[in-house]
């Protein structure tokens, strides 16, 4: 998920994807860049920060869930299984998984090569037994996990409730895709955010000091920094939104008065008001959960939720 630059205060060069991304994403209307691009290394730390909230659940009832359900995840899924991460486990809930079903292997899946390393070698640390296999790519398509694996049966790990970035029809896609990574008697632990009343939700993205609105407004930052663009950051105001039609949270970035700024020399006008659709994360109900998880090729097994029931992690099998 981190997506370290070369060094603090270097100049990166721009990523093309980064580029093409934010250039379609403000000429299309309604503008909307993808999600993905919070995280250069000032937005990782920035979402680091937006787990420790007081309004931001997920994260710590999450990683409250997998504490307290691993005897009966271990009746579920036995020991020995090789567990592959997607996106590639920097949190605290890897090592609560992989204390829990102790598996023969793990495989981290993510695009920064150079995050993957890094965190791949602190839990070596950690878990100096355990064979480690990173593996760098893309999730959302079909991978060949590596070799020394392929016998094992498979437990998929998909925490954070990353999938709620998607549209339903993306993350049956994603779904289906590592359903075939994953290949026959494979299981998945996947966590989702469940829908609740929008007076829990709205505040767990627009918090009272800030920092969700610090996350937003740094991916203005980022193409300033990085696709040399004159943004007038200060203009624009975080806005977090419950989308009930869409059992979504939406952020976005709105113009507090009228703009004009150049991105790589291309001119842009946006007038006050206007917005910049910035990240969606889906919430679902038990019922809801488990059709996108059908839809996706999964047979649910089982579920664990917190005693508010604010969050949820399934086990799904192929
Ligand atoms: C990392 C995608 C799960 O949607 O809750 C947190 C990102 N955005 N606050 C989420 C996020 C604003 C987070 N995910």
């Not at 918090?207 to 937003?216: E, K, L, P, S």
């Amino acid at each position: 998920m981190l997506k370290p630059e070369i060094e603090d205060g270097q100049m990166s060069l721009a990523d093309p994807a980064f580029r093409a991304d934010v250039l379609a994403g403000l000429e299309r209307s309604p503008r909307a860049i993808p999600a993905r691009w919070f995280y250069d290394r000032k937005g990782s730390e920035l979402f680091e920060a937006i787990t420790d909230l007081p309004e931001y659940y997920p994260t710590r009832t999450e990683t409250a869930i997998l504490k307290t359900m691993c005897p009966d995840l271990v009746t579920h899924v036995g020991r020995g299984r090789a567990v592959v991460e997607f996106g590639s486990g920097s949190s605290t809930k890897t090592p609560v998984l992989l204390r829990c079903v102790e598996p023969s292997a793990y495989v981290p899946i993510d695009i920064s090569g150079d995050f993957l390393r890094d965190s791949a070698r602190a839990l070596q640390q950690a878990f100096p037994d355990l064979p480690i296999h990173p593996l760098e790519g893309d999730f959302m398509r079909p991978l060949a996990l590596p070799a020394m694996v392929a016998d094992a049966p498979k437990l998929g790990f998909f925490p954070g409730s990353t999938i709620g970035n998607m549209t339903p029809a993306m993350a049956t896609d994603l779904l289906r895709a590592m359903r075939g990574s994953l290949g026959e008697g494979a299981m998945l632990l996947i966590g989702m955010d469940r829908a609740k009343s929008s007076d829990v939700l709205v505040p767990a993205y627009d918090d009272a000091q800030g920092v969700t609105a610090a996350f937003n407004r740094n991916l203005l930052d980022r193409i300033n920094r990085e696709l040399d663009g004159t943004i007038p950051v200060e203009a624009f105001r975080h806005r977090a939104v419950w989308n009930d039609d869409r059992s979504r949270i939406e952020m976005h970035l709105a113009a507090t008065r009228d703009v004009d700024f150049t991105i790589e020399g291309r001119p842009f006008a946006m007038t006050a008001g206007e917005t910049i659709h910035t990240e969606n994360s889906h919430k679902y109900g038990p019922r809801d959960a488990k059709i996108l998880l059908r839809a996706g090729g999964w047979t649910p097994v089982a579920e664990w939720t917190d005693p508010d029931q604010l969050f949820s992690v399934y086990l799904a099998e192929a």
